[in-house]
Structures are given as C-alpha cells and as structure tokens.
C-alpha cells in the first residue's frame, strides 16, 4: 500500500491561473479531508469528501475554490484565478470507515507557489 | 467552533532534557486528541493520541495527559534527542476516523529543537 499521494508535490503558478492538485487516498480508502497549511501556522481544514459527495465543506473560501472525490479517480481540489495568499501546502487525508477507531493518514502535500 | 491553542510557540532544550508542550480546546464535545510531528517539507505524522475517557497515554518516551475538566492537554518527550527537532502539533477532533466529526483542528505548532 503507496499510502495516500499527492500531485504535484510543487506547483507554481502565476497570479490568474488555475491550480489542481490531486489525492489518490490509501486502497480502500473512501474518505478524503483536505487541509491547508499557511506558512507557520498550523493545518485548517478545508473539506471533507466521500466518493462523488461532498459531505462538509465549512473550511472552503466561498469563491473560487471546488473540490471532488469521483467514483473512478483521485480527489482534486481546485482553485481559480489564484492570488498570492493562496501560496500554502495542501494536504489529504484519507480514512477508511467512520468506525470511530481508525486515524486519517496525511499524504506528503501540495506546496502551491503563486508568482 | 472548536478553538485549539497551543503554548509555547518556541521550544529548545539540551539533549537528554525532558520537554512538555501545552495546547488548551474550547469545545467541550471533543473526544479525540491526536499530536503531531513535521519534519520540514514532510507531512504530518501521528505519535501518539488521547481519547476523552482516558486521562493519561504513555508510549515509550512519549506520553499524552488530558484534563477534560479543564480542557488542557499535554505532550511530554523525556530524554530528548536531537532527532526530536520537528514542529509538533496538537489537534482535537470530537470523533476519531472518519465522518463530519473527524474533521480535526489543530494548534499554530510549536517548534522544538534539542541542543546536542
């Protein structure tokens, strides 16, 4: 089992593009978090998703920001017309079941650079 | 929400030292108390957690105490070594695993560095 991965592990993008960074969670994995990490703080937590749902979405900027989790595929989360304050690492975590005794794992994150 | 805050923000002691990081939550409905460790430009990774109905969790020269009374936790590292040098972060969540619960928030981080 890879564990749960992340691509690109760098991205750069210039100010106005769009950015995607994708999750493939751990085999048998069917829960996907995402959490953002701004340069020395701490992870926020962005979204959780189960496959083709979006089940909690209370971290996500209103704007400009998607995310999913299809049937066949990895997770993207998504982000339009990046600003500069969107430069931070973004990280999965995936889980198998909500049977109350199995940790999320984190995948290696996304450091998204905007020039 | 939840509000999770962790002290001090700094921390450097000489090897073979003892170190204790302090993090506070606001919401009393949270069960689950994960702490983290980072390597620079790596992922987090669990080292030990807490579950509410328990007060104290040892692992090796790791261990985990929980006062729910007083929602406050803390990580105690006993005979540091330089490897320890890491950010290490405190979460809480009001469910373990998976679901709307599990979604976890954590503390700023706290940067230790063992002096060899």
């Known amino acids: 089992n890879a564990g749960v991965m992340q691509n690109p592990r760098h991205l750069v993008r210039r100010r106005g593009q769009e950015a995607r960074l994708r999750c493939s969670p751990m085999k048998g994995h069917s829960h996907v978090y995402w959490y953002r990490q701004l340069p020395e703080e701490g992870l926020k937590f962005m979204v959780y998703l189960q496959k083709e749902n979006i089940i909690d979405e209370s971290g996500m900027p209103k704007e400009r920001f998607s995310a999913e989790f299809p049937k066949e595929g990895p997770s993207i989360l998504r982000i339009q017309q990046v600003v500069r304050g969107d430069s931070a690492a973004y990280f999965c975590?995936?889980?198998?079941?909500?049977?109350?005794?199995?940790?999320?794992?984190f995948g290696q994150g996304t450091r998204l650079t905007v020039v | 929400g939840e509000n999770v805050e962790q002290h001090p923000s700094t921390l450097s002691v000489q090897e073979g030292d003892s170190a204790v990081i302090k993090c506070t939550y606001s919401d009393s409905a949270s069960n689950y108390f994960p702490w983290y460790k980072q390597e620079l430009g790596k992922r987090p990774q669990l080292i030990i957690d807490?579950?509410?109905?328990?007060g104290e969790k040892k692992d090796q020269r790791i261990a985990v105490t929980l006062n729910k009374t007083a929602k406050h936790f803390s990580l105690h590292i006993t005979e540091t070594q330089p490897e320890d040098s890491a950010v290490y972060f405190c979460?809480?969540?009001?469910?373990?695993?998976?679901?709307?619960?599990?979604?976890?928030?954590f503390g700023k981080g706290i940067t230790l560095s063992v002096r060899p």
């Open positions: 979460a809480a969540s009001k469910e373990l695993g998976a679901g709307a619960n599990s979604k976890l928030t």
């Open positions: 807490i579950r509410s109905n328990v």
């Open positions: 975590a995936s889980s198998p079941f909500a049977d109350g005794y199995t940790e999320a794992f």
